[in-house]
T-cell receptor, first 117, second 118 residues
């Protein structure tokens, strides 16, 4: 099976812009989670989607949003970018046996490296 | 206090040495899940193990073994006869609920960087 794919792999934006990142889960997986990884804060959970609905949400401002499509593919959007949003954004997929409760084993993609100038 | 503490920031060993990575967690939930992930230099996190709070059996998988002790809230990871390919950052993670009926939220430790020298 193909693994989790994320596009683009690298992105450079300026403050105030918005960005959309894409994630395609492993075939058959129904749950997609998003994480932000920075040297200062480490790995932090953003949100998880299951059956096109956001099931869990971490402690991030409303500028961070996402959605999931009927084919389980997911997008994450960050509006009004700030310098502190520079990070590696990781997507993870899981079978969804827990119904999007963030208790399943997760399989991570290679990440999108976002740089905000 | 951090929910998941990996006190060892960096460990350096010589090939064939055994090494234990510590993980201490904090939760009030009675049903929770623990994970270990490996992040090699390429950046992609690789799943290693998942444990639920009701399963305290230790596990061995090849050179890897895990020691889960609820009494000390620890979930330690040991690599036997380490190899250069084991060099990576290892993350311990906890998924639990802040309140009964609430959502499970994954929390990752800060990671332990393991360097295995030839």
């Amino acid at each position: 099976k193909a693994g989790v794919t994320q596009t683009p792999r690298y992105l450079i934006k300026t403050r105030g812009q918005q960005v959309t990142l894409s994630c395609s889960p492993i075939s058959g997986h129904r749950s997609v989670s998003w994480y932000q990884q920075t040297p200062g804060q480490g790995l932090q959970f953003l949100f998880e989607y299951f059956s096109e609905t956001q099931r869990n949400k971490g402690n991030f401002p409303g500028r961070f949003s996402g959605r999931q499509f009927s084919n389980s593919r997911s997008e994450m959007n960050v509006s009004t970018l700030e310098l502190g949003d520079s990070a590696l954004y990781l997507c993870a997929s899981s079978p969804g046996t827990s119904g999007g409760r963030s208790t399943d084993t997760q399989y991570f993609g290679p990440g999108t490296r976002l740089t905000v100038l | 206090a951090q929910k998941v503490t990996q006190a060892q920031t960096e460990i350096s060993v010589v090939e064939k040495e055994d090494v234990t990575l510590d993980c201490v967690y904090e939760t009030r939930d009675t049903t929770y899940y623990l994970f270990w992930y490996k992040q090699p230099p390429s950046g992609e996190l690789v799943f290693l193990i998942r444990r639920n709070s009701f399963d305290e059996q230790n596990e061995i998988s090849g050179r890897y073994s895990w020691n889960f002790q609820k009494s000390t809230s620890s979930f330690n990871f040991t690599i036997t006869a380490s190899q250069v390919v084991d060099s990576a950052v290892y993350f311990c993670a906890l998924s639990d609920r802040d309140r009964s009926g609430g959502s499970y939220i994954p929390t990752f430790g800060r990671g332990t960087s393991l360097i295995v020298h030839p």
